[in-house]
């Protein structure tokens, strides 16, 4: 069965760090296309960062040279480095896993979310 | 990057009530979009991908449709379990990344 669980959300203050981890099983991470998708309360979903199986990894603008996605094969986690946090980026943060569709791709499995709430 | 737009924002519906809901591309983006469902606390849920092809486990009461720049997301007999909010959901080549609609949120007349 494939489960998705992310840890490492919580309370941090304006310009710190944090770095989720999401753990997988039931499948391997490195051999799939990983993203992380999140949502600030009350609000719609916002897709953040990908990892390609070949490893190359891209980023939404909204994140780029603060975030950074990786991933750990022997552990087959996924991992997102915050740093230089910001208010706006207070929300509840998805892994998912993308599904390659005849035309397109989609995220076919999801964790249950972690929340990051960026506040002094 | 092509922007999702859907329509419309919330609905009231009945069980046993047909409901359709649209979204629609800034551009043609061929039959490349998907469908979820989120309920409260939850992460979402994945119904329909490429447009029309029903994810493995989702009730065949969900159906979607379209190609190009307008499509739907159709529910043939509104259920409780049902009531959630929904989004659409495309792939951009350049910039690379995923766009996600505003959301569709339906509630219980």
């Known amino acids: 069965e494939v489960q998705l669980v992310e840890s490492g959300g919580g309370l941090v203050q304006p310009g710190g760090s944090l770095r989720l981890s999401c753990a997988a099983s039931g499948f391997t991470v490195s051999s799939n296309y990983m993203s992380w998708v999140r949502q600030a309360p009350g609000k719609g979903l916002e897709w953040v960062s990908v990892i390609y199986s070949g490893g190359s990894t891209y980023y939404a603008d909204s994140v780029k040279g603060r975030f950074t996605i990786s991933r750990h094969n022997s552990k087959n986690t996924l991992y997102l480095q915050m740093n230089s946090l910001r208010a706006e980026d207070t929300a509840v943060y998805y892994c998912?896993?993308?599904?390659?569709?005849?035309?397109?791709?989609?995220?076919?499995?999801w964790g249950q979310g972690t929340l990051v709430t960026v506040s002094s | 990057a092509i922007q999702l737009t859907q329509s419309p924002s919330s609905l009231s519906a009945s069980v046993g009530d047909r409901v359709t809901i649209t979204c629609r591309a800034s551009?043609?983006?061929?039959?490349?979009l998907a469908w979820y469902q989120q309920k409260p606390g939850k992460a979402p849920k994945l119904l329909i991908y490429d447009a029309s092809s029903l994810e493995s486990g989702v009730p065949s009461r969900f159906s979607g449709s379209g190609s190009g720049t307008d499509f739907t997301l159709t529910i043939s007999s509104l259920q409780p379990e049902d009531f959630a909010t929904y989004y659409c959901?495309?792939?951009?080549?350049?910039?690379?990344?995923?766009?996600f609609g505003p959301g569709t949120k339906v509630d219980i007349k």
């Open positions: 551009q043609g983006i061929s039959s490349a």
């Open positions: 959901q495309q792939f951009n080549s350049y910039p690379h990344g995923f766009t």
């Open positions: 998912a896993r993308e599904l390659v569709g005849a035309t397109s791709y989609y995220f076919d499995y």
